[in-house]
């Protein structure tokens, strides 16, 4: 049952409303709601904090926008810094209309770009390779309707919306044993074709199964639909947590880990970058960066393969290794042993053989420091 809540009652609401619904003819419902969600919470501030306030005329930065700003700052819990951009970000696009409607150019100026804090930068999320491992084994076990979608999206990189919004025809023959999933319009307003093997061939025939048996009538759709979107794509999350509490694994995997994990599996097993891209359907590389997790032992692995097999670079001439002997012997071995063991620290978790081992890599610069100064006559 939606909960609607009473009408803004607040002298301003005309106004605001008036600007929201001005500049969100062409957007989304979502974002309109976001809007309108947006102004309800600033008006909401003032009617409680600044009741003085009745008309365009009166707002002022300080102490209404700033003091809304320390608002909700001050929430408990704390707001997370993407919310909080967003919602600046939100009333600083209504108070633009505003001074555009009622040429009231000091309202453009209220809330300003550098009230904005830095966006948190987003790490990578895959999932660990003994969470997938344990994860997919669990799902193989179980062969049920979630199961059976979350290898889905393990095994084609798609958002869970992207999923269910799969036709039952997504299946699509590409060339003599070539198969390719048609994901439809997702998040970016992109559709596209995912080459998938036999496996996953399998796993949308076991799916068809599941939508046979469900007693909901036929539709296009792949997967049977109770209810809305938004409650589906809450079972399945709801389906994951339950796998992932009964093995014992943290109950805070959420089903975007599974796109995370096979856009660096892809990466890893050679695919190139704009392939990649359009594997997930992005149209920003630096969209796609923060999808991959490069490790230590990737950067290893390349750097290695670089130097044995260049790809661009010209034969270099062969040059005969002249042996060193005395002092400068004894310097080189203790750079190289200083270099690996600083390599094998890096790639320890923090404990107590990380730092056992940073305190030696710190003798052996010492060590270095004291034959630099070395004079044998």
Known sequence: MIRRQPPLRHPLAADFQR??????????????????????????????????????????????????????????????????????????????????????????????????????????RPLTDEQDQRLQEEFLRRNDLGANVFLLLRNTGMRIGECIDLSN????????????????????????????????????????????????PQDKWLLARPGTKVALVRQFRDYLHQVCHSLGMPTNIVPHQTRHTYATQMLRA????????????????????????????????????????????????????????????????????QHVMEMFRRSLPNGISKNQLNRLVNRLTKILTKIRTFKIS
């Open 169 to 216: 025809d997504c299946l699509r023959s590409t060339g003599p044993n070539q198969w390719a999933i048609h994901v439809p319009l997702g998040k970016l307003q992109t559709e596209r074709m995912v080459p998938v093997d036999a496996f996953v061939c399998e796993l949308v025939q076991r799916l068809r199964f599941f939508r046979s048996l469900d007693p909901m």
């Open 19 to 124: 600007a929201v619904d001005s500049f969100c003819a062409a957007l989304k419902a979502d974002t309109t709601r976001h809007y309108h969600g947006t102004v309800r919470n600033f008006l909401t501030y003032l009617g409680a904090h600044h009741p003085q306030v009745r008309r365009l005329d009166q707002l002022s930065r300080d102490p209404h926008i700033l003091g809304w700003m320390a608002h909700l700052r001050a929430r408990t819990p704390p707001l997370a810094t993407a919310s909080y951009i967003n919602l600046l970000v939100a009333l600083r696009s209504v108070l633009y209309e505003l001074a555009r409607i009622h040429r009231k150019p000091e309202l453009a100026d209220m809330l300003r770009r550098e009230d904005l804090p830095r966006a948190p930068q987003r790490m990578p």
């Open 270 to 337: 050679g695919i190139s970058f704009p392939v990649l891209m359009k594997l997930l359907g992005h149209s920003d590389p630096a969209m796609t960066m923060r999808y991959v997790d490069v490790a230590l032992t990737d950067l290893q692995r390349e750097f290695h393969l670089a130097r044995e097999h260049p790809r661009h670079l010209p034969p270099q001439p062969k040059t005969a290794l002249i042996a060193k002997t005395g002092l400068d012997a004894v310097r080189d071995a203790l750079i190289a042993a």
